[in-house]
């Protein structure tokens, strides 16, 4: 995308996050489920309380297994939105968690998974752990 003009907005603007890039059917879905969060849960309710970091990665889980299994629309939110929108919702309160500092980081330990996922794609090949 071009910008031809030369108002100092667009030079700050085109800097910024591009929210514009975001597909808005996404936004849609996940506007719909997070609001069938709030009538289920409360309204903000993982602001007002700490969120365990495991229970939303367990369910973000389950949702895309249930997406890859070819269900696409979540047969238990009433509003017929898919499971994307669920793993999207899921996702969006990690972030905010992490962010905001209100979540309890119940990871396993760290291990290597990152940097395995690194060298296969350089080496085409699993490293070898015992080296």
Same mark, same amino acid.
């Given at each position: 995308? !071009? #910008?031809?003009?030369?108002?100092?907005?667009? $030079?700050?603007?085109?800097?910024?996050?591009?929210?514009?890039? +975001?597909?808005?059917? $996404?936004?849609?879905?996940?506007?719909?489920?997070?609001g069938h969060g709030a009538d289920?849960?409360?309204?903000?309710?993982?602001?007002?309380?700490? +969120? !365990?970091?495991?229970? #939303?990665?367990?369910?973000?889980?389950?949702?895309?297994?249930?997406?890859?299994?070819?269900?696409?629309?979540?047969?238990? &939110?009433?509003?017929?939105?898919?499971?994307?929108?669920?793993?999207? $919702?899921? &996702?969006?309160?990690?972030?905010?968690?992490?962010? +905001?500092?209100?979540?309890?980081?119940?990871?396993?330990?760290?291990?290597? !998974?990152?940097?395995? +996922?690194? #060298?296969?794609?350089?080496?085409?090949k699993m490293p070898d752990p015992l080296e």
């Amino acid at each position: 995308m !071009s #910008y031809p003009d030369d108002n100092p907005k667009t $030079a700050l603007g085109i800097k910024k996050p591009a929210m514009d890039t +975001i597909p808005s059917v $996404a936004l849609v879905e996940l506007g719909v489920r997070m609001g069938h969060g709030a009538d289920k849960y409360g309204s903000f309710n993982w602001r007002h309380e700490n +969120i !365990s970091s495991s229970v #939303y990665v367990a369910a973000a889980r389950r949702h895309l297994a249930a997406f890859m299994d070819g269900e696409y629309i979540d047969p238990d &939110c009433p509003y017929d939105t898919s499971h994307l929108s669920a793993v999207m $919702a899921c &996702c969006a309160l990690l972030i905010d968690g992490f962010h +905001i500092g209100n979540i309890n980081d119940n990871r396993p330990p760290p291990a290597p !998974s990152g940097a395995v +996922i690194r #060298y296969f794609e350089e080496h085409g090949k699993m490293p070898d752990p015992l080296e």
